[in-house]
C-alpha cells in the first residue's frame, strides 16, 4: 500500500539558518493535510463527498474564460447578494479566500507580540497556528468532559491581554453544538473590547438542534455600540466548494473595515466568487444535500452506539470517537480497509460522513475493531 504523504504535523524544528528570521516560529508547526491514497474511502478532512452544486457547475465552465483578468478585488456582486441574504449591509461583509485565512485576519487586526488569544481544546486546528504567525500567546481551555467548548471556563481565561476569542459550534473536531442560551451569556460576559468569532462552518448541518444563529446575532447588535461578536462561515463544507477557497464575516463594520485593510489583493479569486454567487441562488439544492448528510450522520451515529462506541451527538457533517490510547490504532485498523480517518493521537479520531456506501464500509471497519 503506498500512501503519497503523512497526515502528521510537521516537526516544529526549523533548517539552521544564519539569516535574522523570527525565533518564534520556531514553535510553528506547517499543516499537513490529510494523506492521499489510490482508490481510499476519504473520510478524512471533512469535505462533501459531492461536487459543486449541478446549477454551479455550468456558472464554473463558463466562467473559465475570464480567468486572464484580475477577479473583482471587492468581491461586489458576492458582498451584495450575502448582504441581501441577512439582511445587512455589504460593508458588514468580509470575504476571504478560505475562513482560515479570515482567521488570520482577525489575530493580526487584534493581536501583536504577547496578546493573548483564548481557545476551547481541542477545535479547529488552525486557531493555534494563526495565534503564532502574529507573535500571539494560545490560551487553550480545556472541552467538558461532554467534549463542548466550555464557555464558562473560557470567560474565565479572559484577561487585560486578550485580545481575540474563537468558539467553534459545531466543534470541530467533536461535532458537538453550543446552546442558545449559553453563548448569549457567554457574549454577555466577555468584555465589549474583546473580539469573539462564532465560527459556523458547519451551521448547514445542525438541523433542529437549538443554537443560535450567529450571522442573525450580529445583525441585532449592530443597532448597538458593542461590536465584538463576530460570525464567519464558508462555502467550503455544504457548498462543496472546498478546493475554490471562499468565506466570509458577517461583522460590525469598524471590525469589516480592518479585516479588508489586512487582506491580500486580489486573494478571492474570480471563479470563487462566481461560484458563491450561484450557490447562494440554489437553496433548494443545497437544503437537500444537508438533509442527506445530517440523515447519513445520524445513521452512521446509531450504528457506532449499537457497536459499543462513544459518539457525542454531532450538527456536523463528521462524528467524533473519543478513543483516546486507541486512537492510533483504529486509525490504521480502518486505513488497512483503505478507509481514511483524521485521528488525533491520544485523544480521539473523526470520522467524515460520505456517501452511503463509503460510511458502510467504515461501519464495517469500526465493527470489527477490537476496543481492548
Ligand atoms: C471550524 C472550521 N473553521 C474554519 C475552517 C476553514 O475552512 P475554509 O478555510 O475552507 O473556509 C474549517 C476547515 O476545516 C473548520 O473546520
Redesign the pocket.
Known sequence: MTISRTSTMTSPTIPTTTLRTRPDLAGLASFRAGPTLERAIKLD??ELPYGPLASVRDVLSGAVGDVNRYPDNTGAELAARLAERYGVSPDNITL????????LQLAQVTCAGGDEIVIPWR??E?YPSVAKTVGATVRTVALTADHRPDLPAMAAAISDRTRLVFV?TP??PTGTVLGRAELEQFFDTVPDDVIVVL?E??CEFTGDIDTLDGVEFVKQRLAEPRHNIVA?R????AYGL?GL???YCVSAEPVSDLLKRVALPYSVNALAQRAAVASLAATGELAVRCKRISAERDRVRAALLAAGYEVPVSGANFLWLPLDAATERFKQHCLASRILVRAFPGNGVRVTIGEPDENDAFVVAARTFQCG
Open positions: 478532512s471533512n476571504g479566500p478560505g475562513s482560515v485565512n479570515l482567521c477545535s479547529f488552525a467553534c466543534n470541530n465560527d462552518a458547519y464567519m464558508t462555502f467550503s463544507k472546498a477557497r471562499v468565506g
